[in-house]
């Protein structure tokens, strides 16, 4: 993702912490009266002189002075004049006080549309108006979440340290001052969307009619329809057909609604999650427990083991992003996960159980969620000196609950910790902190993770499998 830039007479102050620094803007009529028509200063150019100053540099290759304000991009700007001048946009552009989202030729080309074509694009008045923020709004004046256009529908921006992103354009250089406002530049044209969640699933190719019946039965879909914001993870109809066909169930309907309802919660993220925000690692889900993104094998990206077929399909409430296999979440807790391991935690359940700790990693006690360093058999053969797991349980049961219970509350964090949200350092355990050592999986120097093993989920949580005992 490119750094953004800003024009020199900006200081560059998207590093700086001011996420908490709210949009000035007011709620507005959608028409272009709803622009500030506060007056302006007329010494400086005009946004739109403005943007005929990029085109005339570039066709005629004069340079801009360093004694007025430069912008470090070589961006032009022919399409978006064109559309302003076709729709009588332009003196309301260069007269109001405003903000313009300035997409590019670049970009616009990238959308299909032409100076020749732009004129024919349907709504494109309002597509123009949903570029525009009805006052000025510089880079120190934004936080990441929804802002209102000159169109009535809101943009959603989101601030990070890789920039600025305006729903999934990111804006490439900023605070562009002209006389009546300001300009940043962007990378993609924004769409405005037009129907909710449920609607815009309905609309799509390929289909997507089984997951909005799954959502239906399951009593999801009013949700997805007024609530949210949500990011879906959006199964095909034949990802749909492929789990059936991969399982005993011939329907939605013989798939119990309890389990249904979970199966696509694990498919929604709370707010909004645009593609170029994705990460490598773990995404929590409604369901509780987390998505594994994956970009290692750019382009494609994968969401566990399901590949993304389209992104940044925008409705009113959300997003959605077009998979291609329906994901499944964990079905069993942290101790039927263990003991799903045959003669591998064996001991370890043993011990749980004499320290009275059965039901706590069960999801029973005071900790909804929790993060299990686990040690295998062999790890408890090793630390007790003993010859097998038989001989390691029979000496677990030599021990009291009291001596017991600290060892082991030593491997547990509470919540779920990922290994994408692991940090070399202190990680702090129900009985104290033990030093982690990311570069060679160590803990406390002593003990490792096991690297084919983490990251193994449960519904109360995850485990990460470690080759020794910790002590503290």
């Not at 590019?104 to 123009?128: C, H, R, W, Y």
């Not at 329907?251 to 925000?277: K, N």
Request: net charge negative; glycine share 6%; proline share 5%.
């Amino acid at each position: 993702m490119n750094t953004i830039k800003l024009s020199k007479n900006r200081p560059n102050l998207f590093k700086l912490p001011l996420l908490m620094i709210s949009f000035l803007l007011m709620t507005l009529s959608c028409s272009k009266e709803s622009i500030s028509d506060a007056p302006v200063n007329e010494v400086d150019p005009s946004i739109t002189e403005i943007l005929a100053s990029f085109n005339n540099t570039a066709k005629h290759g004069k340079e801009k002075s360093d004694d007025n304000d430069v912008w470090e991009t070589d961006a032009t700007f022919e399409i978006l004049s064109v559309a302003l001048a076709k729709t009588k946009l332009s003196s309301v552009v260069s007269k109001n006080r405003l903000t313009l989202l300035a997409p590019t030729d670049e970009a616009f080309m990238a959308a299909g549309i032409t100076k020749q074509s732009v004129a024919d694009i349907p709504n494109i008045e309002n597509i123009l108006l949903y570029h525009v923020l009805p006052q000025p709004v510089y880079s120190y004046d934004l936080s990441s979440g929804p802002a209102t256009t000159a169109e009535g529908t809101d943009v959603i921006v989101s601030l990070s340290d890789s920039g600025v992103m305006i729903n999934d354009a990111q804006v490439t250089t900023a605070d562009i001052s002209a006389r009546n406002g300001v300009i940043h530049v962007i990378d993609k044209v924004l769409m405005i969307p037009s129907g909710n969640l449920v609607e815009t699933a309905l609309s799509q190719a390929p289909e997507f009619s089984i997951l909005v019946e799954a959502a239906s039965k399951a009593g999801l879909a009013e949700t997805l329809a007024t609530g949210g914001p949500f990011t879906v993870f959006a199964p095909t109809n034949q990802a749909f057909l492929d789990l059936l066909e991969a399982t005993p169930y011939t329907s939605l309907d013989d798939i119990p609604v309890d389990m249904l309802q979970q199966i696509l919660l694990y498919h929604v993220l709370g707010g909004y999650t645009f593609s170029a925000q994705l990460t490598n690692g773990y995404a929590t889900t409604l369901n509780g427990a987390a998505v594994n993104v994956d970009l290692g094998m750019a382009p494609e990206v994968y969401i566990n083991d399901s590949k993304v077929l389209a992104t940044d399909v925008q409705a009113t409430n959300g997003l959605i992003h077009v998979i291609d296999k329906v994901l499944l979440p964990p079905t069993m807790n942290l101790v039927e996960i263990a003991a799903s391991y045959e003669n591998e935690f064996t001991v370890l359940l043993a011990a749980a159980t004499k320290a009275g700790l059965g039901d706590v990693l069960m999801g029973n006690g005071p900790y909804p969620q929790l993060t299990v360093f686990a040690p295998t058999d062999q790890a408890f053969i090793n630390f007790l000196n003993v010859a097998n797991a038989e001989e390691a349980i029979a000496a677990i049961e030599t021990l009291n609950a009291e001596d017991l219970a600290p060892i082991l509350l030593y491997h547990v964090v509470e919540g779920r910790v990922y290994s994408s949200d692991l940090a070399s350092g202190p990680v702090t355990t129900l009985n104290g902190d033990f030093d982690l050592d990311l570069s060679t999986l160590s803990i406390n120097g002593t003990v490792n993770l096991v690297p084919e093993l983490l990251n193994v989920q449960a519904t109360n949580g995850v485990i990460h499998v470690i080759n020794g005992v910790l002590t503290p």
